[in-house]
């Protein structure tokens, strides 16, 4: 239970991180598709990190290792979450960025969450 409370903490702040980089993004110009490219990498970068630190702990395996299994299933996650997210703001022109976003991470919380503990953080 514990793993899973601090996976919900470090989705928190990276939801935190990719909401302020989006908003950013919008902010500066970006059209909504483009912001969110850069507010995923900055969301991924953030919860690896945290995950490593405060939910799953090392792997067992080199930093690089570790970094590739993590960016594998968190590209896929947000491929999904990127999917969503474009499908809404495409199907619903009116629709604030900021709520497809909630919608996309939301969908794509428990599929990461199975992801990095049974491909990344699992110990060999």
């Known amino acids: 239970m ?3 409370l601090a996976f919900g903490m470090v989705g928190a702040i990276g939801f ?3 909401a302020g980089v989006l908003a950013s993004g919008l902010y500066f110009g970006l059209n909504p598709l483009s912001a969110r490219i850069l507010s995923i990498a900055a969301a991924l970068l953030v919860t690896y990190v945290l995950n490593r630190t405060l939910t799953f702990g090392k ?3 080199s930093v690089a290792a570790e970094g590739l299994r993590y960016g594998g299933v968190g590209l896929s996650s947000a ?3 990127y999917l969503i997210y474009a499908g809404l703001l495409l199907a619903f022109p009116r629709l604030v960025p900021l709520a497809a976003l909630v919608a996309a991470s ?3 919380a428990l599929f990461s969450y199975f992801g990095y503990q049974k491909l ?3 110990r060999p």
Do not use: E, K, Q, Y
């Open 106 to 108: 939301a969908a794509a």
């Open 79 to 81: 491929g999904l979450n």
């Open 16 to 18: 935190a991180v990719d």
């Open 59 to 61: 792997s067992g395996r």
């Open 120 to 122: 990344v953080f699992r």
């Open 2 to 4: 514990r793993r899973v």
